[in-house]
C-alpha cells in the first residue's frame, strides 16, 4: 500500500534540505494530482505522493539518482508499482525504466516541464504563475539558453508518450501548479 502523504513527506524530508528542491517536489506533487484529476480520479493521492518524492535522492545522490530512490523506497517497504512508476521518470536521463502506465508517462513528462513553466514564470513582471499562459512558456521554449538545463527533448517524448499536444501539456501543467503557487513561491 502507498504511505500517506505525510509519510512520504517525512521521508523526502530525511533526504532534502534545498527549499527550491521542495518547491519543485510541490510543484509536480500539484501537477501529478491535477492530471490524475482528470485521468484517474480514484487515484489522485497516490498520483500527489509519487510526484512528492520522485526526487527523492536528488540532493544526496545527484550521481545515482533514481538507483538510491529504488532503494530507499525498497527499504521503507514502497509497494513496487510506486518505485518502478518514481524512478521511470528519470528514463533517457539516468536509466532505462520506460514510463508504460499513465502516471508514469505523466511523471516523466511534466517533471522537466515544471522547471520551465517556474522559470517562466519567474521572469514574468508579477513574478506570477496566476496570470501567465502557455505563449509565455512557449516563447522561453524557442531560447535554448533559457533554462538550459530543462531537457525539452524529454518533454516532447512524454507529450507524445500521452497523445497530447505539447501545448495542452503546457496549459495542464501550469493549471496544475496555480493550486500551490503561494507554496511554490509563484503567486507573485
Known amino acids: 500500500m502507498t504511505p500517506t502523504r505525510d509519510e512520504a513527506l ?5 533526504y532534502n534540505q534545498s527549499e527550491s528542491l521542495y518547491q519543485h517536489a510541490l510543484s509536480v506533487e500539484a501537477v501529478m494530482r491535477h492530471f490524475a ?28 539518482h533514481c538507483t538510491m530512490t529504488e532503494k530507499i523506497l525498497r527499504e521503507h517497504n514502497w509497494p513496487e508499482e510506486d518505485i518502478r512508476a518514481i524512478i521511470s521518470h528519470g528514463y533517457t536521463m539516468c536509466n532505462d525504466v520506460e514510463p508504460i502506465a499513465l502516471e508514469e508517462k505523466v511523471l516523466f513528462t511534466i517533471d522537466e516541464l515544471t522547471g520551465l513553466v517556474a522559470a517562466t514564470a519567474l521572469m514574468r513582471p508579477s513574478k506570477s504563475i496566476l496570470d501567465m499562459e502557455v505563449k509565455s512558456v512557449k516563447k522561453k521554449w524557442k531560447q535554448k539558453s533559457f533554462a538550459a538545463g530543462v531537457n525539452r527533448n524529454v518533454i516532447e517524448m512524454g507529450a ?9 501539456v503546457i496549459q495542464e501543467t501550469i493549471l496544475g501548479m496555480r493550486k500551490v503557487a503561494d507554496a511554490i513561491g509563484l503567486a507573485g
Do not use: C
Open 37 to 64: 484529476e482528470k485521468f484517474a480520479p480514484d487515484d489522485v493521492e497516490r498520483w500527489g505522493i509519487l510526484g512528492l518524492v520522485h526526487d527523492l535522492d536528488y540532493e544526496q545522490f545527484p550521481e545515482e
Open 160 to 168: 507524445e508518450k500521452l497523445g497530447m499536444p505539447l501545448d495542452e
Open 10 to 14: 517525512t521521508l523526502f524530508k530525511e
